[in-house]
């Protein structure tokens, strides 16, 4: 018996089915998922159903990951342009500029490029605009930005397990794009980035907003963040869990054993 079928409890399906048909019915692995799903093996453990039926997730920090240091990105594309400023000169600045109060009421407007111009100068010195668009454009790569380990896995299992799923984020409009190039996109039932909605992290309303795109009430959901005020208060403030990535879940297949209520805490 395939290692993978096994995991989904199904060893009665398999052994009812000759070689041949088990071949051409599990002839790919989300196939064979949707399989043992209709089996009873597919909605938690054994068979129970999931104990949150909504999923939403933060962006940046999160869900994605940077492929290298922030510091070190600016150091680097910047010597042409005459950054010399030392990477822990860069990573302070970069906090400062984040930590700022910022004078209207979203961070990121459209594609955010006032808020970014005002970061990459800050942390650098540098306002040279081509240096700028050099950083922004980077960062609107999807090769700048990894999943953790686990991540794909565990939102296909997930939706495949009937939990609706949610990218609940303050970001800009570049969010869609990275999304798509890590392959992501299509597993959510919405994507809520804050410069289009118009309300950003921790205010209420984003987070009402993904539940009602969902379709799940917020006592029957989890939000998973990495930010104390902006996640945690913010998805608390309206009755929804909120479990701080690095803190309270460390792993996607931790995430994926407490939904499924393989391991409830």
Known sequence: MPAAAARCGCPLLLRQQPAAGLRRSFSSYSGMRRVCAAAGGGSGSEGRPPAYGGLLLDAGGTLLQLARPVAQTYAALGRPYGVTKREEYIKQGFKRAFSAPWPKTLRYQGDGRPFWKIVVAEATDCTNNDYFEEVYQY?????????????????????????????????????????????????????????????????????????????????????????????????????LECWLWGEDVKTFSEIQDRILARNPQ
């Open 139 to 239: 960062y609107a790569r999807g090769d700048a930005w990894r999943l953790p380990d686990g991540a794909y896995r565990t939102l296909h299992d997930l939706k495949d397990a009937g939990v609706k799923l949610a990218v609940v984020s303050n970001f800009d409009t570049r969010l869609r794009k990275l999304l798509k190039e890590l392959n992501v996109s299509d597993l959510f039932d919405a994507i809520i980035v804050s410069s289009e909605v118009g309300y950003e992290k921790p205010a209420p309303e984003i987070f009402r907003i993904a539940l009602d795109q969902i379709g799940v009430e917020a006592s029957k959901a989890v939000h998973i963040g990495d930010d104390e005020t902006a996640d945690k208060a913010g998805a608390n403030a309206i009755g």
